[in-house]
């Protein structure tokens, strides 16, 4: 038995000895581009170095500067957190986090691949699994499940256990398989709460916190009755959000998605008909349950807010989806950071802490029509209002925590050199016709870019644009998820719990120990 571990260790290290040498030989590693040499003849000239990393010195230096900042935290922050801001980034796979930081440096002016988004300078990191119970690849309902209540789900399910089927509302609706997020443990030790997002407030991320459902589509009644399920048996989410536990008493809710709340026979303040059969205005029910509350749908309404004399407000920024930053009219929608600065400035002034959801939800819509120019500008307002929310708390009392539901199929591929547009053409690498291919390219989406002969074509002409739709390997009307882990990266008190190779659905509940609520460990329980 000994003598054949030994024979198998030997056996292994012999196949590691075999694949270093493997990687070190740059023949292997660059392959058949050695005959045809762009990458080396154009790369030989060190033109894309910058001039400061030919000496070792520096990277020397870095690593000291980082080992340094390792060095600052020698006891991790045990304290208990007051608060938590929970920011969710959807769809924003670790590539597209590595590309988002590579435009960031660029608009700067930076070659990029040196720069960081502010989440990335946060002291503790870890990776999450974000598979579900019947998914390989999940969305983003059964993921918010997961990260919100903590425990995993069926695809398209929010809220229930996986015990519960698609569409079945009768067992959605049993006790044993409703679930409860780490909003209502929140609201239950006398927390303020809010949800924020970029695209409705009744769309899966958001509705993480407040809904209980067999389907995420079913966001008002009209589009519960189109399955054929009555809504008057199966309440809705907008519905849910307005008139139960835990949504109802929410503090702070901003987002897109008017139309799920309003009658089909009135028009919403965008100037679009309200999409509810029922004849219900829920926002009326909203404000007649909260007589200090207020209603605001524009940029301008939202900064007049006073936030101390408010009991609570509702911002709804557009029928449907909010648009994308690129795309938005400033004036008049509010950016990410703005929302995270009047949620702060709301939910701060409960002297027991709070709760906060908000979420970058546009990112995955970049990523989903593979227009990767989009995906990362959503990537860059998400981290600035994670930024804003650092520099406006105390990172004794504050945790936040800033993670994705899923991963896309975006990558970063060819060799390009250094500094090389983000957004553009690699200029380093053909395919076997010769023809130069773009920096990012997607596995699954809408346009492969192939002549009626399946040769690629040519896109200098074409690339460029921030609404650019990359190529696609696999031709579909929509890019879809991946099942790669995603990123988790904590500061604050107990940000050190955020560390290693976690189940998604462990975030919620070490957010709960953190800040002692829920019904299990807590921090304030050791002694
Ligand atoms: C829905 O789930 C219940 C269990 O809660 C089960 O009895 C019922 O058969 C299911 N309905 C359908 C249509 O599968
Ligand atoms: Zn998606």
């Known amino acids: ?24 030989d740059p023949e292997q590693l660059t392959g058949h581009k050695l005959v045809n040499n762009r990458l080396l003849e154009d790369m030989a000239t060190n033109k894309y170095t910058p001039p400061e990393e030919k000496d070792p010195q520096f990277w020397y230096n870095l690593a000291y500067e980082e080992l340094a900042k390792r060095l600052e935290l020698p006891q991790p922050n045990a304290k208990k957190a007051k608060n938590i801001i929970f920011f969710l980034g959807d769809g924003m796979s670790l590539s597209t ?23 990335e300078r946060f002291s503790h990191s870890g990776l999450s699994r974000t598979y579900c119970s019947n998914a390989q690849v999940p969305d983003s309902a059964c993921t ?12 398209v399910e929010i809220g229930v256990s996986a015990a519960v089927d698609y569409n079945n509302c009768t067992a959605s609706q049993d006790p044993v398989n409703r679930l409860t997020s780490i909003a209502e443990w929140a609201q239950n030790a006398g927390k303020s709460t809010g949800i924020v997002t970029t695209t409705t407030l009744t769309h899966a991320s958001p509705s993480g916190a407040y809904a209980k459902t067999a389907n995420r589509l079913w966001e008002c009644d009209t589009d519960v009755a189109s399955y054929g399920v009555d809504p008057t048996q199966c309440i809705d989410m907008a519905t849910q959000l307005v008139t139960q536990v835990p949504g109802k008493n929410f503090e702070v809710m901003f987002g897109g998605g008017f139309g799920k709340f309003v009658p089909s026979t009135i028009q919403d303040l965008h100037g679009n008909p309200g999409e509810r059969s029922d004849g219900v205005n ?23 807010v006073d936030t101390t004399s408010v009991s609570s407000i509702i911002g709804l920024f557009q029928s449907q989806l909010m648009k994308f930053h690129l795309e938005a009219d400033e004036t008049y929608q509010p950016t990410l950071s703005e929302l995270t600065e009047v ?25 989903h029509y593979n227009k990767a120019g989009y995906a990362l500008d959503e990537a860059l307002e998400f981290e600035k209002a994670i930024q804003l929310a650092r520099e406006m708390t105390d990172i004794e009392d504050t945790l936040i925590v800033v993670t994705s539901d899923h991963g896309h199929t975006l990558t970063i591929a060819g060799y390009p050199g250094r500094g090389t547009p983000i957004l553009g053409l690699n200029h380093h690498d053909t395919d076997v016709n010769g023809v130069k291919y773009s920096v990012l390219n997607y596995a699954v989406g809408p346009n492969n870019y192939l002549d009626s002969e399946g040769n690629r074509i040519d896109l200098s002409d074409q690339i460029g644009g921030n609404d650019f739709v990359f190529p696609s390997y696999i031709t579909q009307a929509q890019g879809t998820h991946s ?24 975030i919620p ?18 002694v």
Request: proline share 2%; net charge positive.
């Open 97 to 119: 986090v590595a590309a988002a930081r590579i435009l960031k440096g660029q608009r700067q002016g930076n070659t990029g691949e040196e720069s960081s988004l502010s989440f």
């Open 144 to 155: 918010a499940t997961a990260y919100l209540c903590g425990v995993k789900t069926n695809i």
């Open 509 to 526: 509940h070490l957010m709960a120990y953190a800040a002692c609520i829920g019904s299990g460990p807590k921090v304030c329980d050791e």
């Open 343 to 367: 949620t702060i400035k709301k939910l701060s002034q409960n002297k027991n802490g709070y709760f906060a959801f908000i979420e970058g939800g546009l990112i995955d819509y970049g990523n």
């Open 483 to 506: 099942g790669d882990d995603v990123g988790i990266f904590a500061s604050g008190p107990q940000s050190h719990l955020f560390t290693g190779v976690m189940q998604q659905s462990t």
């Open 1 to 24: 038995m000994y003598k054949n571990r030994l024979i198998l260790l030997i056996l292994m290290v012999g196949v590691t000895w075999a694949r270093v040498e493997e990687i070190h």
């Open 282 to 304: 829920l926002l009326s029910k909203w404000q007649a349950q909260h007589p200090g509350g207020v209603l605001v749908s524009n940029r301008k309404q939202l900064l007049s």
